[in-house]
């Protein structure tokens, strides 16, 4: 996984019994995520929605004070976008920037957002989510 310039991120591929989990750390899209999700049943991923970032970037500009405006411009060169993730079976997204605690507004910017360019099960990460993969 590729997270510069914030320090080590890992991900992991476990195979069982002919079903394949891939779970990604922070990560721009990357061969190494390309090839951890390859064929995967499941993908648990980081996601941002970079275009509501960049409005938000966009809206900071426009205050004084460039620190925050530079926050998200520099966030979205080192997390992945919620349009670029793998194609896999299941995919599960979770560390969702920008965060929101309201199920319409995950819906909106998550969820319909990569349902209109991806054809697997897409899940909305929440804590205490659980997958279950039948195993044969």
């Given at each position: 996984?590729?997270?510069?310039?914030?320090?080590?991120?890992?991900?992991?591929r476990?195979?069982?019994?002919?079903?394949?989990?891939?779970?990604?750390?922070?990560?721009?899209?990357?061969?190494?995520?390309?090839a951890?999700?390859?064929?995967?049943?499941?993908?648990?991923?980081?996601?941002?929605?970079?275009?509501?970032?960049?409005?938000?970037?966009?809206?900071f500009?426009?205050?004084?004070?460039?620190?925050?405006?530079?926050?998200?411009?520099?966030?979205?060169?080192?997390?992945?976008?919620?349009?670029?993730v793998?194609?896999?079976?299941?995919?599960?997204?979770?560390?969702?920037?920008?965060?929101?605690d309201?199920?319409?507004q995950?819906?909106?910017?998550?969820?319909?957002?990569?349902?209109?360019?991806?054809?697997?099960?897409?899940?909305?990460?929440?804590?205490?989510?659980e997958?279950?993969?039948?195993?044969?």
């Amino acid at each position: 996984m590729d997270h510069s310039p914030v320090g080590v991120a890992l991900g992991y591929r476990a195979e069982y019994a002919g079903k394949v989990v891939g779970v990604s750390g922070d990560t721009i899209d990357t061969a190494g995520l390309r090839a951890l999700s390859a064929n995967a049943d499941v993908l648990v991923s980081d996601v941002m929605n970079k275009s509501l970032v960049e409005e938000t970037e966009c809206a900071f500009g426009r205050i004084p004070g460039p620190r925050f405006e530079k926050i998200f411009r520099d966030i979205r060169s080192y997390h992945i976008d919620v349009t670029e993730v793998a194609e896999v079976a299941t995919l599960v997204m979770t560390h969702l920037v920008p965060a929101a605690d309201n199920p319409a507004q995950l819906d909106l910017a998550f969820r319909q957002s990569v349902s209109s360019i991806y054809n697997g099960t897409v899940i909305v990460a929440e804590d205490g989510t659980e997958v279950v993969i039948p195993i044969q």
